[in-house]
């Protein structure tokens, strides 16, 4: 496998016409979306333009009294699904189109956010508990909408590199 070959998760490829075991892409980061910026400067960017739309989201709280965005569609006591869970679902799709196969690496940072943001609203830091106030239950069911969205971002960009080959392919027989 060449230095810059990477692996990405994606469902079984056939194989000669036989389904294959391998439940791994090879892909160069040429196969990528924007392949010649830098992996970091595009996760910087994309970073900056979600916290811009958070930070317009949660100010929607200010102006209006409430938080539109907490609407609930799922309240339980083991279920606590709001649209903040699909803000979040969003992101980190965005995030598996933009560097796949790290997921570890993304769900760390998703775990980590979600406590700061608790012991954040717990000790009422700067009056965030307005805003965040959330239970237990809905932290945890954002890490897992952060995990499925992260592995939607990776199917997107798999189908996305065999788009981009299919394509290659189609030119060069042409």
């Known amino acids: 496998m060449p230095k ?22 090879v892909y160069e980061n040429s196969d990528l979306p924007f392949p010649t910026w830098p992996r970091k400067y595009l996760i910087a960017a994309f970073g900056v333009i979600c916290g811009m739309l958070v930070v317009v989201l949660h100010s929607m709280n200010f102006v209006f009294g409430y938080d539109p965005m907490n609407l609930v569609f ?43 943001e608790y012991i954040a ?27 499925v969205g992260y592995w939607l971002g990776e ?10 080959r299919k394509q290659k392919s189609r030119s060069k027989i042409s």
């Open 74 to 116: 799922i309240s339980t006591e083991l279920v606590s699904i709001d649209l903040w869970s699909f803000v979040h679902a969003f992101t980190f799709a965005g995030l598996g189109f933009i560097h796949p196969s790290r997921p570890g690496l993304f769900l760390l940072f998703g775990i980590v956010w979600e406590a700061l």
């Open 155 to 164: 199917v997107a960009v798999a189908v996305w590199i065999n788009y981009r």
């Open 4 to 25: 810059n070959a990477t692996h990405s998760r994606t469902t079984d490829r056939k194989k000669n016409g036989q389904p294959s075991n391998e439940a791994y892409c």
């Open 121 to 147: 609203c717990v000790a009422n830091v700067m009056g965030v508990q307005a805003v965040w106030n959330e239970r237990v239950t809905n932290t945890v069911w954002d890490v897992w909408f952060n995990s």
